[in-house]
């Protein structure tokens, strides 16, 4: 990755940094990111400088604010979303599984939708005050394929995960932290310093254990698969569907969606 449009990739003193590089879009995933960042994943996995790998977002805004909800003209004139095939997101999910080094999401700002799955992905995760988590599916008329309906009740018993995915809610860092989103919040000028500590004191450990200890665990994680394979399935019918269309147009020109039209049409009746 000596060049990089979405991702940048950085090694130093054995840590991995994969940053999200799209400020400007509050870090918003689109099919080029999520490739750089399994590419990424999958070179920190075979590096043997690397002891331990640290995702966040260029910035102060955001984390990751989400999939990009880009819009693009179809060849039959219709709006079409510009999205990741599944079998992408696939191999994005796989590169923090088989990655044998402990992942550390730093989150500072918005951490929303697409970017709440990636933290779901990591290992660990140290929270800004100034963090929000959440997810925006049904805002949008999506739904969280890529790992967070089935990682999250996992994460946080499943009547929290559904509030998290049903209602797309934004929770501070302190609140995710006793959700179990996040492992710690401390102030956001004291952000870069705490990874830096929670690095050191992973790269004093025994990387073979810490391997094994991490496959382990894996079993969790192996146990959706499944689930996964299914979502990512379906996602092929249900991100082209009226729902997606109209829920990111709505986003983008800032309006509500109107995802039941004959609702709203006898409610102003």
């Known amino acids: 990755m000596a060049s990089h449009q979405d991702v940048r990739y950085e090694v130093d003193h054995g840590v991995a940094t994969v940053t999200i590089d799209r400020p400007e879009r509050l870090n918003a995933l689109r099919?080029?990111?999520?490739?750089?960042?399994?590419?990424?994943?999958?070179?920190?996995?075979?590096?043997?400088?690397?002891?331990?790998?640290?995702?966040?977002?260029?910035?102060?805004?955001?984390?990751?604010?989400?999939?990009?909800?880009?819009?693009?003209?179809?060849?039959?004139?219709?709006?079409?979303?510009?999205?990741?095939?599944?079998?992408?997101?696939?191999?994005?999910?796989?590169?923090?599984?088989?990655?044998?080094?402990?992942?550390?999401?730093?989150?500072?700002?918005?951490?929303?939708?697409?970017?709440?799955?990636?933290?779901?992905?990591?290992?660990?995760?140290?929270?800004?005050?100034?963090?929000?988590?959440?997810?925006?599916?049904?805002?949008?008329?999506?739904?969280?394929?890529?790992?967070?309906?089935?990682?999250?009740?996992?994460?946080?018993?499943?009547?929290?995960?559904?509030?998290?995915m049903f209602l797309c809610r934004q929770y501070s860092g302190r609140a995710a932290v006793e959700m179990g989103l996040a492992n710690v919040v401390v102030p956001d000028e004291d952000l870069d310093a705490a990874v830096q500590r929670w690095c050191a004191e992973l790269l004093s450990l025994s990387p073979q254990s810490l391997r094994i200890t991490k496959l382990s665990m894996s079993g969790v994680f192996d146990q959706q698969w499944p689930s996964v394979l299914h979502g990512m399935e379906l996602s092929r019918w249900f991100l082209r569907q009226g729902d997606m269309v109209e829920g990111a147009a709505a986003f983008l020109d800032k309006r509500p969606p109107r995802f039941r039209p004959r609702l709203d049409e006898e409610a102003h009746s």
């Not at 966040?56 to 003209?73: E, K, M, N, Y």
């Not at 140290?126 to 008329?141: D, I, M, N």
């Open 31 to 164: 099919k080029q990111g999520i490739e750089e960042m399994a590419d990424a994943l999958e070179r920190a996995n075979l590096d043997e400088r690397v002891g331990v790998v640290v995702v966040t977002g260029a910035g102060g805004r955001a984390f990751c604010a989400g999939g990009d909800l880009q819009q693009v003209p179809g060849p039959d004139g219709q709006v079409r979303m510009e999205l990741p095939p599944p079998e992408l997101g696939l191999r994005w999910m796989a590169a923090f599984r088989n990655c044998t080094k402990p992942v550390i999401a730093k989150v500072r700002g918005y951490c929303l939708g697409m970017g709440n799955e990636l933290n779901l992905l990591c290992d660990l995760t140290v929270a800004a005050e100034s963090a929000r988590f959440g997810q925006a599916g049904p805002k949008v008329g999506s739904a969280p394929v890529i790992g967070g309906r089935s990682s999250s009740p996992v994460v946080c018993g499943l009547k929290r995960a559904k509030e998290i």
